[in-house]
């Protein structure tokens, strides 16, 4: 008769048996910060479940897997594929493989991500983080090599060198269009980990005497739905915007429909653009104006960072470029 396989415990099983999150078992296991009482819980619960956290422990660094572990939030965002395909192609040159986990850009999924590289004693992480800083401290810790790519952790990580696009560059050279345009009523549509390019977009109408209005910054979750709905939302109800600036290819393809759907025209109802340029950007009707932003150049860079040896730079910038096509046009009062 075969014998079941007994499952091995992991330490999401230690987090939910503590009622803790993933990261504070990370934490706790490692040595890091945490009440008294979460330690005891987190203990209590390792010992009752006979978890032998050996990744985390005094054998990290002689246990070392190789490879290169890479997150992003969604890995059929071109932009996101793109930016994989650098970190593949860069990867490939060093002899090294990639292991790529998809987030959701949902702190608790990356949470639960990141100790699961611990457990495989991952050499060296890029991710695109979803915003919980506090979440890296064990990786830090536990000596393996992180990069960030497209984006910071918020709040921010000081050890964690990472490759950006100019964000703020872009927006202020699309506000500056936007408003040559005569556009006032211009909105913005962004999602979790935008907050540098909120408070670009806010700065440069601010620079150029135009009100911000925080009703017209409007948030959306990390899915399609949630970026439609947030479109629609706004079309429907401040129909004096004259002008969309979208802080992603999602957001923007929800922003197209939405105006489809509700009658409103691009660009002599609405002027619109995008961040990231996208191989249907060019392909709609009318084609978008965008940012472009050079994914595959971020995912290879921080690859180069991530693989190379010596000292590394706290911040590789790279520059992004406003694409003039046809969605934007001058000012005029909805009929």
């Given at each position: 008769?075969?014998m079941?396989?007994?499952r091995?415990?992991t330490?999401?099983?230690?987090a939910?048996?503590?009622?803790?999150g993933?990261?504070?078992?990370?934490?706790?296991?490692s040595?890091?910060?945490?009440?008294a009482?979460?330690?005891e819980k987190?203990?209590?619960?390792?010992?009752?479940?006979?978890?032998?956290?050996?990744a985390?422990g005094?054998?990290?660094?002689?246990?070392?897997?190789?490879?290169?572990?890479l997150?992003v939030p969604?890995?059929t965002?071109s932009?996101?594929?793109?930016?994989?395909?650098?970190?593949?192609s860069?990867a490939r040159?060093?002899?090294?493989?990639?292991?790529?986990?998809?987030?959701?850009d949902?702190?608790?999924?990356?949470?639960e991500?990141?100790?699961?590289?611990?457990?495989q004693?991952?050499?060296?992480?890029?991710a695109v983080?979803?915003?919980?800083?506090d979440?890296?401290?064990p990786?830090l810790?536990?000596?393996?090599n992180?990069?960030?790519?497209?984006?910071?952790?918020?709040?921010d990580v000081p050890?964690?060198p990472?490759?950006?696009?100019?964000d703020?560059?872009?927006?202020?050279?699309?506000?500056e269009?936007?408003?040559?345009?005569?556009?006032?009523k211009?909105?913005f549509l962004a999602?979790?980990g935008?907050s540098?390019?909120v408070?670009?977009f806010?700065?440069?109408?601010?620079?150029l005497g135009?009100p911000?209005e925080?009703?017209?910054?409007?948030?959306a979750?990390?899915?399609?739905?949630s970026?439609?709905?947030?479109?629609?939302g706004?079309?429907?109800?401040?129909?004096?915007?004259?002008a969309?600036?979208?802080g992603?290819?999602?957001l923007?393809?929800?922003?197209?429909?939405?105006?489809?759907?509700?009658?409103?025209?691009?660009?002599?109802?609405v002027s619109?653009?995008?961040?990231d340029?996208v191989?249907?950007?060019?392909?709609?009707?009318p084609?978008?104006?965008v940012?472009a932003?050079?994914?595959?150049?971020i995912?290879?860079?921080a690859?180069?960072?991530v693989l190379?040896q010596?000292?590394?730079?706290?911040t590789?910038?790279l520059p992004?470029e406003?694409?003039?096509?046809?969605s934007?046009?001058?000012?005029r009062?909805r009929?």
């Amino acid at each position: 008769m075969q014998m079941p396989v007994q499952r091995r415990t992991t330490i999401k099983d230690v987090a939910e048996a503590a009622g803790v999150g993933v990261a504070t078992v990370s934490r706790v296991l490692s040595g890091g910060s945490a009440s008294a009482e979460t330690r005891e819980k987190v203990l209590a619960a390792a010992a009752r479940l006979d978890y032998h956290p050996s990744a985390l422990g005094r054998n990290l660094r002689q246990r070392r897997t190789g490879g290169v572990g890479l997150l992003v939030p969604d890995i059929t965002d071109s932009f996101y594929a793109r930016l994989a395909d650098g970190v593949l192609s860069c990867a490939r040159s060093y002899g090294e493989p990639v292991t790529i986990g998809v987030t959701g850009d949902d702190p608790e999924r990356e949470s639960e991500m990141i100790g699961t590289l611990i457990e495989q004693s991952m050499d060296r992480v890029i991710a695109v983080p979803s915003g919980d800083g506090d979440a890296w401290d064990p990786v830090l810790r536990a000596g393996v090599n992180v990069v960030f790519a497209s984006r910071r952790a918020e709040p921010d990580v000081p050890d964690v060198p990472a490759v950006l696009a100019d964000d703020r560059g872009g927006v202020r050279t699309a506000v500056e269009y936007l408003t040559g345009l005569g556009h006032r009523k211009i909105a913005f549509l962004a999602r979790r980990g935008q907050s540098q390019r909120v408070a670009a977009f806010t700065g440069a109408l601010k620079a150029l005497g135009v009100p911000v209005e925080d009703e017209l910054v409007v948030h959306a979750r990390a899915s399609r739905d949630s970026a439609y709905a947030a479109a629609a939302g706004l079309l429907q109800r401040r129909p004096d915007v004259t002008a969309v600036l979208t802080g992603g290819n999602i957001l923007g393809e929800a922003a197209v429909l939405a105006a489809r759907e509700l009658d409103v025209r691009v660009p002599r109802d609405v002027s619109l653009i995008m961040f990231d340029d996208v191989p249907w950007a060019e392909l709609c009707s009318p084609p978008l104006t965008v940012i472009a932003q050079p994914a595959q150049d971020i995912g290879y860079r921080a690859a180069e960072l991530v693989l190379r040896q010596g000292r590394r730079p706290r911040t590789v910038m790279l520059p992004s470029e406003l694409v003039v096509r046809a969605s934007c046009g001058p000012r005029r009062p909805r009929q």
